[in-house]
Nanobody
Framework: QVQLVESGGGLVQAGGSLRLSCTAS????????MGWYRQAPGRQRDFVAR???????NYADSVKGRFTISRDNAKNTVYLQMNSLRAEDTAVYYC?????????WGQGTQVTVSS
């Protein structure tokens, strides 16, 4: 089992920045990858970014060049730095731990971007 706790969401104006954090209950090296997803009202949950155990990253096309995923291994924490935010980035953001047997999800943190 891995418990995930997200934080850092909030209300920001378009063009602004936020940094989300996701802290895991055990080493993030115990899973294959850590990722961020988001879900806007009435829409499916969409992939945003991922970082593997080896440090490889990938991003959704919609956030490339604006969002950066990173990690602090000592703190078992993954971050999502979000810059140049747009109204369409408004969603609940979820942290995911991609396990070898199952996946784990955090409770989500709301990000609202006002235009």
């Amino acid at each position: 089992q891995v418990q995930l706790v997200e934080s850092g969401g909030g209300l920001v104006q378009a063009g602004g920045s936020l940094r989300l954090s996701c802290t895991a209950s055990r080493s993030i090296f115990s899973v294959k990858a850590m990722g961020w997803y988001r879900q806007a009202p009435g829409r499916q949950r969409d992939f945003v970014a991922r970082i593997t155990r080896d440090g490889l990253t990938n991003y959704a096309d919609s956030v490339k060049g604006r969002f950066t995923i990173s990690r602090d291994n000592a703190k078992n924490t993954v971050y999502l730095q979000m810059n140049s935010l747009r109204a369409e980035d408004t969603a609940v953001y979820y942290c995911q731990a991609l396990g070898f047997v199952e996946d784990y999800w955090g409770q989500g943190t709301q990000v609202t971007v006002s235009s």
